[in-house]
């Protein structure tokens, strides 16, 4: 017979997590505000696993952050500088009327899909 996990001791409550010592190192300099939220983060994640739909594409994302930090979250093209990555979005680069994640029909006016991606996916560009 198998004890329920939320009678499980806090002792026997854990999850862990092989990281390198860089990753430990960032980690043990961070306040406890923000290990608190990467833990709120994990706990909404293991509670709602939905939200890993697109895990393929967050990874890949993230994977290219560590390279750049001006990453367009919809192609994944890194680019040189915050500006360059707004005029990417902005201007021109999504001739598509439809979105590229929700494949949902959006206006081809400038600035429309800029203005969807925001709104709809939580998408904001940096500065």
């Known amino acids: 017979m198998s004890i329920p996990s939320d009678l499980l001791p806090k002792s026997k409550r854990s999850l862990t997590f092989h990281i390198s010592l860089r990753e430990k190192q960032v980690w043990d300099s961070l306040p406890s505000e923000k290990k608190a939220l990467i833990r ?27 390279l750049s930090p001006f990453i367009c979250p919809i192609c994944h093209v890194p680019f040189q500088s915050a500006q360059a ?3 990417h ?7 598509s009327e439809v979105c590229p994640i929700c ?25």
């Open 40 to 66: 709120a983060i994990v706990k909404y994640i293991l509670q709602d696993p939905t939200i890993l739909e697109e895990s393929e594409r967050l990874m890949k994302y993230f994977q290219l952050r560590a």
């Open 85 to 87: 990555l707004k005029q």
């Open 89 to 95: 979005i902005r201007y021109g680069e999504f001739k």
């Open 103 to 127: 494949a949902k029909h959006v206006s081809t006016k400038k600035g429309e899909i800029f203005q969807h991606l925001m709104k709809k996916h939580n998408i904001a560009l940096p500065g």
